[in-house]
């Protein structure tokens, strides 16, 4: 089957009901996606599929093809995303395990909410962090989008 990550179409040769993690992972060697939960709760496997925010660990590859699949190493290679950048400013990592798929939920929110409330950001960000994280992950967010304690709670209203 033909899939299209990182803007690179791959030829692969598995069986259509294999996870999309497994072909990232381990046919296509792309590590920065994590296995974790393996039920799509914990969301440290998420990537992109035409933008949305997917948990890789149970979609199966053939629902992958003709689409476009965007994994952690597809926004940054070199970590100079704005989102990478605020993560780092904001020491948002302890163990670091969930932090690609917290990455990957922070952007697909912010391209479709560049101003976010922290109501839009609990709606987004489903993804656990065992280490809990959660309110350097919101401070951020709020980064990137340019918003300030004070006007984060004048979008709230």
């Not at 179409?9 to 259509?16: A, C, G, L, S, T």
């Not at 009901?17 to 590590?31: A, S, T």
């Not at 997917?54 to 053939?62: E, F, G, N």
Request: net charge negative; with cysteine; aromatic share 4%.
């Amino acid at each position: 089957m033909e899939l299209r990550v990182n803007n690179e179409i791959h030829e692969v040769d598995v069986e259509p009901e294999m996870p999309l993690l497994w072909v990232i992972r381990d046919i296509l060697n792309l590590k920065g996606t994590k296995f974790a939960c393996g039920i799509s709760q914990c969301g440290a496997c998420t990537v992109h599929i035409d933008g949305e925010p997917v948990r890789s660990c149970s979609y199966p590859a053939s629902a992958a093809q003709g689409k476009e699949i965007t994994t952690i190493e597809g926004i940054s290679l070199d970590a100079s995303h704005p989102v990478q950048q605020a993560w780092v400013k904001h020491q948002v990592p302890q163990c670091g395990y969930c932090q690609s798929g917290q990455i990957m939920a922070a952007v697909s929110l912010l391209e479709k909410k560049a101003r976010p409330t922290d109501a839009d950001i609990n709606a987004a960000m489903t993804n656990i962090c065992r280490c809990g994280t959660y309110k350097r992950i919101r401070d951020a967010i709020h980064d990137v989008a340019g918003n300030t304690a004070e006007n984060t709670l004048a979008y709230e209203a």
